[in-house]
């Protein structure tokens, strides 16, 4: 085995030891009460390494920096936080309070998990024997019971999140279309993946056009978008796409005439 992969007297090796001192997620740990503690451990951690490891792992904070938050975060008020965390600890039912919509409803309710899905909390729980998610900035008061929860054994809070994510995903909106595209309109295409999802790239065409299968949101965007390429795209299909594009260019020019 390397050195360098050789384990020290704590029973980590080097690449486990820089994985721990990159950048913890701040604002997260602050969530739930961690922050303090976390600095507080990794502070311990790196008096009891080795002078080589701690070097290292000093070394690898200054060069990785892991920055979880994105540019348009929105601050949520999240007070029931801590009392949901605290049901988890203590394993204990709930009664919370919702708000959908305009209108607050109750729930009893198993607690099993909290995610974070960026910078934004969601609370896991057994209702009427379904695994259902909340947004906890929308819960707006929980009540902690002396009832133990019953937690299903075989559950596995990762795996749910991912698995509901994959059914949201797959249940929004979406429409499809075909185009044909010039090699003129390629920089574009792939520079603005943000508006739709490239499904599928044919292969390119003797005279270097492209075919391109995207997924938008609706028509009316996919409508806009491939108007504004003027004719360094066809469309293949729809069909009621392509003559959504004439009335849309129709409607400009009248507009431009008067």
Same mark, same amino acid.
């Given at each position: 085995m390397l050195e360098e992969y050789r384990t020290n007297l704590t029973g980590l090796s080097e690449p486990e030891i820089q994985s721990l001192f990159l950048a913890q997620p701040a604002h997260l740990l602050n969530d739930l009460g961690l922050h303090k503690a976390s600095e507080a451990a990794?502070?311990?951690?790196?008096?009891?390494? @080795?002078?080589?490891?701690?070097?290292?792992?000093?070394?690898?904070?200054?060069?990785?920096?892991i920055d979880g938050s994105g540019w348009h975060n929105r601050e949520e008020a999240i007070?029931?936080?801590?009392?949901?965390?605290?049901?988890?600890w203590q394993e204990c039912k709930i009664c919370f309070t919702y708000l959908r919509?305009?209108?607050?409803?109750?729930?009893?309710?198993?607690?099993?998990?909290?995610? &974070?899905?960026?910078?934004?909390?969601?609370?896991?729980? &057994?209702?009427?024997?379904?695994i259902r998610s909340y947004r906890v900035s929308r819960i707006q008061a929980v009540q902690l019971l002396e009832q133990a929860?019953? /937690?299903?054994?075989?559950?596995?809070?990762?795996? #749910?999140?991912k698995q509901s994510s994959q059914n949201?995903?797959?249940? =929004?909106?979406?429409?499809? &279309?075909?185009?044909?595209?010039?090699?003129?309109?390629? @920089? /574009?295409?792939y520079g603005s993946s943000r508006l739709f999802r490239i499904e599928q790239t044919d292969i390119v065409d003797a005279h270097g056009w492209t075919t391109f299968h995207l997924? #938008?949101?609706?028509?009316?965007?996919?409508?806009?978008?491939?108007?504004?390429?003027?004719?360094?795209?066809?469309? =293949?299909?729809?069909?009621?796409?392509?003559?959504?594009?004439?009335? =849309?260019?129709?409607?400009?020019?009248?507009? /431009?005439?008067?």
């Open positions: 990794l502070i311990k951690l790196l008096a009891v390494l @080795p002078a080589m490891h701690r070097r290292d792992a000093e070394y690898v904070s200054q060069r990785i920096h007070p029931a936080l801590p009392l949901l965390q605290q049901s988890l919509g305009d209108n607050q409803v109750e729930r009893l309710a198993d607690p099993l998990g909290l995610v &974070a899905k960026g910078s934004t909390w969601y609370f896991v729980a &057994a209702i009427d024997e379904q929860c019953v /937690r299903p054994p075989d559950f596995d809070l990762a795996a #749910f999140w949201f995903t797959s249940s =929004l909106r979406c429409y499809r &279309a075909s185009i044909n595209a010039s090699p003129e309109a390629l @920089p /574009r295409i997924r #938008f949101d609706n028509d009316y965007e996919a409508c806009a978008y491939i108007l504004s390429f003027g004719n360094q795209v066809e469309v =293949l299909e729809p069909a009621d796409l392509h003559q959504q594009i004439i009335q =849309l260019a129709q409607s400009v020019l009248a507009c /431009r005439q008067h």
